[in-house]
């Protein structure tokens, strides 16, 4: 445990001066809701569906960079090299980065509630808080593996870019900038089949009051299977070629 707290203040510090991570998982979510939410945000139910999109919008690019552009960043560094030497097993970084990204998404969460309730009429009674923190958590597990898949397959020059094309198309194929009915015919047929949309029906019933569906669920659990398939892969693949 004393190993995880380490790496795990470590990583934070290190990231916490890095400007471009700061701003871009941190700052530039809340000022694109700024952009689209108080201008459209006209009751509270609107405000609070709003909210709900963009704090996905948030966690998803706090998890996403710190772990694709992350990961690469590392498998190209002589200190990644070096910390293999050093004790703990490889769950110890793992568990350390894992942590450092959730903090940051934590982080991306408080800025955009402030936001929005400074800037919209969103509220949100303590019962339907703690369902939306439910629902990040659940939608943030297989994006994470996606990010790590990138990581473990991307070169640090390519991550960012590859994170990017994920990223944004992501976001607006799931409903996430415009409401899923408002969006063109052909891309409502697309928003089904992401983990984006599945992960926004889980939040938006969060923060409505309404019931989940369980197709949701088992929708972002198949993502989960699957991009996690895919990190191991890479991340057995990275080890070969690095270390055997």
């Known amino acids: 445990m004393n190993l995880i707290l380490a790496q795990y203040k470590a990583s934070v510090l290190s990231l ?7 701003v871009g998982s ?3 979510p809340a000022v694109f809701f700024l952009i689209f939410g108080p201008p459209n945000a006209k009751d509270p139910l609107t405000a609070n569906f709003l909210m709900g999109s963009f704090t996905i919008f948030a966690v998803m690019g706090a998890l996403f960079f710190g ?3 992350g990961i690469a960043n590392d498998r190209a560094s002589s200190w990644a090299v070096y910390e293999r030497t050093l004790p703990g097993s490889p769950y110890v970084r793992l ?3 894992a942590l450092n990204g959730f903090t940051f998404a934590a982080g991306a969460v408080v800025v955009m509630a402030l936001v929005a309730h400074l800037t919209t009429p969103a509220h949100l009674p303590l019962a ?6 439910l629902a ?11 990010g790590f ?23 607006f194929l799931g409903g996430l900038w415009v409401p899923p009915q408002n969006l063109p015919e052909v891309v409502q047929k697309f928003s089904q089949f992401t983990p984006t949309r599945h992960w926004g029906e889980l939040v938006w019933r969060a923060v409505t009051g309404e019931a989940w569906k369980a ?5 972002l659990a198949a993502f989960t299977l699957i991009f996690g398939t895919i990190a191991l892969w890479g991340y057995q693949r990275d080890q070969g070629q690095r270390f055997s």
């Open 136 to 146: 990040l958590v659940v939608g943030a597990i297989p994006i994470s593996l996606l």
């Open 215 to 219: 197709q949701d669920f088992l929708s």
């Open 128 to 133: 339907a808080w703690g369902r939306l923190v």
């Open 16 to 22: 916490s001066r890095n400007p471009g991570y700061f």
């Open 149 to 171: 898949a990138i990581g473990y397959f991307a070169s640090p020059k390519g991550a960012g870019t590859l994170a990017q094309l994920f990223y944004l198309p992501l976001s």
């Open 95 to 97: 568990v350390s980065r």
């Open 67 to 69: 772990f694709a552009v």
């Open 26 to 28: 941190i700052v530039f």
